[in-house]
DNA sequence: CGAGAGCTTGAGGCATCTCAACGGTTGTGG
DNA sequence: CCACAACCGTTGAGATGCCTCAAGCTCTCG
């Protein structure tokens, strides 16, 4: 099961996944499937809700408004799952779709009840996972909520980075972005004028460079000071005491 | 037990909350504890990460960032859970605190280990909860990242008065709001004096009132319509297959 | 070879912020 | 019981960050 080695190497700071749990995980998700790029992940189908492991390529979720404006809420890399809380509630207007080809394992409302009633354990895991995404989530809002432009570019590129890194697909401030410019203006709350004025300013000031599809952050620390990042989320210390 | 009460009300519509998991729950749950207002509650102690019910009165999660602005995350409700997803992943910097005076009832994570362990469809409501939780943080974003301050403020008080009517505190677009404007400018992603100009510019336009702490809501279709609001995400629908 | 999408730049407008000031209320300590 | 501090609510005036409208270039895809 080679494909779920990205979801392995971001749950491997969890102690409570052991190999019985990736066996109890694994045995649930769907058989892996490649889905073209720029299609929609449908949450639901006929049978109920549907959540996604991306196990290769990138995804979005995002919500359009009567006016046509899109908020993208996360991007997914390979390792994420999307859609975790829609198996509970149903999606409401929350939509997901791939950006590149990407290859998903399915998970159904069935399965996943299932896994919880079969190892507690496993089930910890996940909710861990689906913690940290919160905790994303929760970034996401004070990026758009209180900060300028350019420290919420500075802080979506470093979190991204982490996150990259995390999987393998990032090392010294450098990795492959399939992300267009309205695609990431549309997941900070600004148009895509501005943030390409943006980037511009972060290049002139040896920041940052996102050109080609590849970002470099040049002086990591100083645009992790003036954007405001602190990495911590996205290692989240296992707490000490669990029965 | 009458202090499980607005909890069962919101988890009414959730199947697989009945008699036997809302004992599960409620056992492990720490006994009602009263605590001042406008004072810290703390996500966790020496024993570890601590989440709360707020079984009565007003609290609130919240950042602050290094500037010292700060953007609160969620609004806690009587019925709500605040801490959860800390529960796996430690706070990080996320930090809570009461509005008003508030019964708490503690839950650490050894408790909700063992009631997952305990009881999976107890488990299962808890999570349904915690994803209509998430419901409100995506919809919290969409408010700061796409909408203007007139709708984010309609929007804002729709989900107030909506979230309060399922637990029994809101009526006829009524209702008690213990917030001060410096608080909901925090969580809306303005200044404080933006905000009560745009309270003032809702109240001469005869959409809803906001003063001596008590919300009016005067024309509710007019005021959804203009604020994008649809109140489809607090009442999610469960999905029809279970095991 | 034409259409559509993304990237880039310019110019002007406006929503929201910043700075400043004042009155009312509440809580507190002398 | 009074004086004072602290916070909230309110309004004015001016500055600015970001948006809107407009246009041209490049690249890909059919």
Chains 1, 2 share one sequence.
């Not at 990032?170 to 600004?190: E, V, W």
């Amino acid at each position: 099961m080679p494909f779920l080695s990205p979801l392995e190497r971001k749950l491997s700071s969890c102690k409570t996944f052991g190999p019985a749990e990736r066996e109890a995980l694994s045995t649930r998700l769907g058989r892996p499937r490649v889905v073209a790029a720029r299609t929609e992940l449908p949450l639901a189908d006929e049978n109920g809700p549907v959540a996604y492991l991306i196990a290769d390529g990138w995804a979005l979720t995002y919500k359009i408004l009567p006016d046509g404006t899109r908020q993208v809420i996360e991007i997914a890399v390979p390792g994420d799952m999307i859609g975790v809380g829609a198996l509970r509630v149903g999606s409401g207007d929350l939509m997901a779709a791939t950006i590149t080809t990407v290859t998903v394992r399915d998970l159904t409302a069935a399965s996943f009840e299932a896994l919880l009633g079969a190892s507690v354990r496993a089930g910890m895991a996940l909710l861990w996972s689906y913690a940290r995404d919160e905790s994303m989530l929760v970034e996401h809002l004070v990026d758009i909520g209180r900060r300028t432009a350019t420290e919420r570019v500075g802080h979506f590129m470093l979190e991204l980075h982490g996150r990259l890194e995390q999987v393998g697909f990032a090392r010294d401030g450098r990795f492959k972005c399939p992300l267009s410019q309205p695609l990431i203006a549309d997941a900070l709350g600004l148009t895509a004028i501005h943030l390409n004025r943006t980037l511009r300013d972060l290049r002139t000031r040896g920041l940052m460079i996102f050109r080609a599809g590849v970002v470099e952050i040049l002086d990591m620390p100083r645009l992790a000071r003036q954007s405001g990042f602190d990495g911590a989320y996205l290692h989240p210390a296992e707490p000490a005491a669990t029965a």
